[in-house]
């Protein structure tokens, strides 16, 4: 009975040292961006994101795509290919949106984030879970773009995606069904600190991101859901209409600041 007791914690041990090791890399990943200027050009491929796709007459996915890789490729932002393949096989009219480089209005008051930021998010979690079967928390689903595209690159990864309004996960539900996304749950709940129960059978999470701006006071009590040396993406609110993209780590207490964005708020 010992030995298999010393046997399991000798396992659990070596599953322990290879989850921080991962992140390790995954940490180093943020780092080498930081070095490399690519954090410090994404304002800027938003910018000509914008300017490229200004009075132009966009009909596919793949032309709204294009333009983001000349984008990227003149501002030397160097987003990954992958990220941009991923945004490109979600079809974002489908989904309820536009061909626009600009959010779109999907109801409930809520809008489909402009195809950049759903690239830059894939891109930035891509990079830092692409080595682990992970498990990812969006908070805001909208009609489910941003969750599909990230489903899409990450296909072994359990994503689950909660929103407060029903009307908006069931047409998050019946778009992953159209689209044959297999590996995104969608829950309806506010997740209010006394409501943290609706994912309790998910706990705990690689990566925690929020497709709404918000404060950091509002969303302290995440970080019981979250892996220890794992992260956060959100927009911090700056002011009452932006707000800064910034990484987090587990206990909310470092960030890299990542770009200037505007999101609707986050509503619990």
């Known amino acids: 009975m010992t030995a298999q007791k010393d046997a399991t914690t000798e396992s659990a041990i070596k599953k322990q040292q290879l989850h921080e090791k991962t992140n390790k890399q995954a940490n180093n990943t943020i780092d080498m961006l930081l070095k490399k200027g690519i954090i410090k050009r994404i304002n800027q491929f938003m910018l000509l994101c914008h300017a490229l796709a ?91 773009t941003q969750a599909a595209i990230i489903a899409r690159l990450l296909p072994n990864a359990v994503i689950i995606t909660t929103d407060i309004y029903k009307k908006l996960t069931d047409t998050a539900v019946k778009n992953f069904k159209d689209t044959r996304i297999q590996n995104v749950t969608a829950i309806t709940t506010s997740i209010r600190d006394k409501e943290l129960h ?6 705990a999470f690689d990566c925690i991101f929020f497709s709404c701006q918000t404060s950091i ?45 505007r999101f609707v708020p986050y509503q619990n």
């Not at 489909?112 to 498990?135: D, G, Q, V």
């Not at 609706?198 to 706990?203: D, G, S």
């Not at 019981?224 to 910034?246: C, G």
Request: charged share 25%; proline share 4%; aromatic share 8%.
């Open 54 to 144: 200004e009075n132009k007459k966009i009909e596919t996915m793949k032309e709204l795509t294009n333009i983001m890789r000349t984008a990227n490729k003149i501002t030397q932002t160097n987003l990954p290919e992958e990220s941009f393949t991923a945004t490109e096989s979600i079809d974002r009219q489908k989904y309820g949106g536009e061909y626009k480089m600009e959010p779109t209005q999907i109801g409930e008051g809520q809008t489909c984030s402009a195809p950049y930021i759903h690239t830059i998010y894939a891109a930035i979690i891509h990079e830092r879970l692409k080595h682990k079967k992970a498990k990812i928390l969006e908070i805001g689903t909208g009609t489910g």
């Open 217 to 261: 006071q509002a969303v302290q009590h995440f970080t019981k859901l979250i892996k220890p040396n794992s992260f956060f993406l959100i927009p911090i609110e700056t002011d009452i209409t932006d707000s800064e993209l910034r990484i987090y780590d587990a206990k909310l207490e470092k960030h890299t600041a990542i770009a200037s964005v």
């Open 198 to 203: 609706a994912l309790k059978q998910f706990w």
